[in-house]
């Protein structure tokens, strides 16, 4: 059996007992987001005659996870706020996520994770700061293969 998305071969596979066949496909970005044709052609033996089946698969954007991380400092001191993107359907680190920082709901810069999905953005605590904690929001807003998600959690404590 030859498997073909959108007319592409991407595998092969023989029939079992019971006449079935089957491959694992992983389309981490292979594939646009939407819908495809599979179609399976048996070539035909001496007992068989030859065959195609169809189907769609649909491809939709993976779901993400964010983790914002605690930092303290001191008023007009610098800290370093550090938030990082997965996959929630294996963890999986995501690179080149773009991460908007806010302190207490106002934005104050954004970053790209890197290869371990981490984003960091050097941030300055003004002067007119209170003391006490402060609610640091990492935000992705999703691309073309992932949704967006936010977290919250996390707190700038200023001393």
Do not use: E, W
Not at 19 to 36: E, K, N, W
Not at 100 to 105: C, R, V
Not at 148 to 156: E, G, P, V
Request: hydrophobic residues 40%; aromatic residues 6%.
């Amino acid at each position: 059996m030859i498997f073909k998305i959108d007319g592409n071969v991407f595998g092969q596979a023989d029939t079992d007992g019971t006449g079935r066949a089957s491959i694992a496909c992983r389309v981490d970005g292979a594939l646009d987001i939407g819908t495809h044709t599979i179609t399976v052609d048996y070539a035909g033996d001496g007992k068989h005659n030859a065959s195609t089946g169809a189907n769609t698969l649909t491809i939709k954007q993976a779901s993400t996870k964010v983790k914002a991380i605690d930092a303290s400092g001191v008023v007009g001191g610098k800290v370093v706020l550090t938030a990082k993107l997965v996959r929630t359907t294996d963890a999986a680190s995501l690179k080149d996520g773009v991460l908007h920082f806010q302190i207490g709901g106002t934005d104050i810069g954004r970053a790209t994770t890197n290869t371990s999905g981490i984003a960091t953005l050097n941030y300055t605590i003004p002067a007119a700061a209170t003391k006490g904690n402060h609610p640091i929001t990492a935000i992705f807003n999703g691309d073309a293969f992932y949704l967006s998600s936010r977290d919250s959690s996390a707190n700038l404590t200023v001393k």
